[in-house]
């Protein structure tokens, strides 16, 4: 049976993983945020700031995997214990790939600031508000083990599809209009689906949580048709 103090230290290097995880997860919503506004404000050098920008997030994408293995090997958690370091090796993954999306925003930005403007833009930087909030409410669920919190980030994640869909039909409207405005405009369309996987990176965070309180795995919560594995 585990000593008191093995169970203190373990819960000490738990709570500091999760302190590591939402540091993380800030790092890689400043990104995104850095990179919409490049993009709005017509930014090429914040553009490019972004896309030199991921070794930080990559260190800690490092670190957190050594340091989530590290607890797994050293103290063997079982239960709910186990559930939240499996979690956070998942959750690691899902803000590492919200690092890369951020780039790949910042890149399709680039791409389409070198082009005279298609369209005023409202709807991408109202879809990163909105992602980047999901993000921050699936982590503040998993540092707190608050499942209805979490349910909310899963309900959200239509309001996301539904504004790129907005935007998709909007833009074809103005490539049919005018052929100038092709290029441009698929690099917004490709920027909104880099912003809809955001919030897939979100959802997944969330499902983790409730996996990790409940044991219950909600999946696939969307009905059929939902490929296999993580989004």
Known sequence: MAS?????????ELEHLKGRLLEMGGLAEEQVRLAVKGLVDRDRD???????????????????????????????????DLRAIVAAVKINTDLERVGDLAINIAEASRQYVAHAPVKKLIDIPRMASFAQRMLRDAL???????????????DEDDVLDDLKTQIFRELITYMLQDPGTIEPALDLILISRHLERIGDHATNIAEDVIFMVSAKDVRHHAGEGTEPGRR
């Open 4 to 12: 008191t103090e093995h169970v203190r230290h373990f819960q000490e």
């Open 46 to 80: 914040l553009i490019d700031r972004v896309i030199g920008g991921d070794e930080p997030l990559n260190r800690l994408h490092i670190e957190l995997d050594g340091r989530c293995f590290t607890l797994l090997a050293l103290y063997q958690p079982m239960a709910v």
């Open 140 to 154: 503040d669920a998993f540092v707190r083990r608050d499942t209805i919190l979490a349910q909310r980030v899963l």
